[in-house]
Each structure stands twice: as C-alpha cells, then as structure tokens.
C-alpha cells in the first residue's frame, strides 16, 4: 500500500499522495459546495465541471478540461462519490491530477467514510429504451432494469487472465469495487515507472496477489461507474442495467453522452 494520507478538519477533507503522470506529490482539498452545483475540480483558481462535454482525453484514463486547465485520473475518484452518494462538493488539486495511490479507490472511501458528505443513494431515474454503442470489437449497453447494476466482460490473451466476467450492484458491498485495482502489461508501466508500485501484469503473471481471481473485471466496473457520474446524475440513481463487453474509457464517455442527453432533457 502506499503512503497516501488524509484529515478532517473544520468541513474539509485534505488528502496527500501521490500521483501517476507527474511522479510528484499531490494534494487535494475537498469541501461542500452549494446545493445543484454537482461535482467540481479547481486548479489555479480555475473551475472544470465533471460533465462529459467537459472530456479532452480518454486514452489510459478520463481527463477533463475548461479551455484554460485540465484535469486527469478523476475516474476513480467519481466512482467513488457515486458509490457513497457524495455531491455538491469543489475539489481543489494542486496538481493537473488526482492521487491515484495503488490504483484503486480505497484512499477515496477512506477520506471521505467518517464524513456528513455522504448519503443514501436512491434510484430516482428510468431508463425508457437501450442504449447501445459499438465500436470495433468492443461493445456497452444500457437496458431498463429494476435497480442499478454493471457487468463487464474482459478478454486478454494472457494466461492470468483470457475471458473473465462479473456482475455487480447496488445490494452488494461497495468495497469489492472500490478496492478493485488498476492493472496494465509491464510494458506500458515501465513507461511510466510505475511498474513495481501498481498491479503489473508480466509473461508470468500479476506481480502482486489480487484481492480476488475477478478483481481485474471489479476494477473496469470501478472505471464505467465513475466515467457514467459524467452525464451529470449519479449513475447509481438511475433504474439501469450497463452491460459491458472490453469497454474502456472511449465508449463509457459515449454512453454518459447519450445518458445525458436521454434523461437530463427530460428533467
């Protein structure tokens, strides 16, 4: 685990750790905010509001900008306030991205568990009528269902991996998604340097125990979850069931668009 630490102190939450891209230590503070003004990310005095139209990036993870700032690694971290019902609140960041820690959320809910930021979260949305979007040999769906839930199919030509799949919703602990890691080939996080510190993915397998043998698919659940917050409502208050197949960051931004546009023009 790494060193990432937070406090609580006169409403805010401080949390320090480090990040991926820079390498550098990141702080960020976050703070209730006025009632219906969603989740927002401050970065030199610069605000970027978490909505789709607001995505510059999606390649490796979701980044977000205004024109003048942008932001990085806000998925996570989105998934996190869905699942435990947090909204109307500024994050501010001192660095053009989040502490991503080991890859995972658990930093996030613990920061945020002991606070009043968090509430019950009620489906109070119907999805009507599907949603699909194709894209090469990767599909995502959203179909009316009673309830929340995600599934995910993954295929890797990889021993450790091939085809796994695994379902999730809202009647199930919020924690076997929240602690589902990020994970990569070798390759890619030698790049980045990372390749001791995250799940790494070699010839011979993972370089570290996964939580569970379906961890891998409970971390694309984790990414879908927070690129959905992005259509500007809470994903878990939509009735929906979005069923995945090799979905990234791409096609989970196409289908926030399309939720956005389905149920926020109806509101």
């Known amino acids: 685990m790494n060193n990432t ?23 960020v503070s976050i703070s209730k905010s006025l009632e219906n003004t969603g989740i927002t990310f401050v970065l030199n005095d610069q605000r970027i509001f978490a909505d789709v139209d607001n995505v510059l ?4 993870n979701t980044m977000l900008g205004n024109g003048t ?17 947090v909204n109307n609140i500024d994050v501010i960041t001192d660095k053009n991205e989040l502490v991503f820690d080991d890859g995972s959320a658990m930093h996030w809910y ?5 606070t ?16 699909f979007i194709k894209e090469d040999n990767k599909e995502i769906i959203a179909i009316p269902h009673n309830g929340f839930k995600v599934s ?25 998604v929240i602690q589902a890691r990020t994970f990569a080939r070798k390759e ?31 971390h694309k659940i984790l990414d879908i979850i927070g690129d959905l917050r992005l259509c500007g409502i809470n994903p878990l208050e939509i009735n929906m069931h979005v069923i995945a ?5 791409a096609l989970n931004v196409q289908i926030a668009k399309k939720l956005k546009t389905v149920l926020l023009n109806k509101i």
């Not at 630490?5 to 702080?27: A, R, W």
């Open 152 to 176: 995910y199919f993954l295929e890797w030509d990889h021993i450790s991996l091939g085809k796994l799949f695994a379902s999730w919703d809202k009647n199930e602990d919020i924690k076997r």
């Open 245 to 249: 197949f090799r979905s990234g960051h």
């Open 5 to 27: 630490t937070h406090k609580i102190k006169n409403g805010f939450i401080q949390l320090h750790g480090k990040g991926l891209f820079s390498k550098e230590e990141v702080t």
């Open 188 to 218: 890619e996080h030698d790049f980045f340097g990372v390749s001791d510190r995250l799940l790494t993915l070699d010839k011979n397998g993972f370089n570290k125990a996964l939580h569970e043998p379906l961890e891998p698919c409970y």
């Open 69 to 85: 700032e942008s932001i990085c690694l806000i998925e996570h971290f989105l998934a996190t306030c869905s699942l435990m019902g």
């Open 116 to 131: 009043e930021m968090c509430c019950v979260v009620n489906e109070t949305f119907e999805l009507n009528e599907p949603i």
């Open 110 to 114: 613990k920061a945020f568990k002991d």
């Open 57 to 60: 990036n999606v390649t490796r």
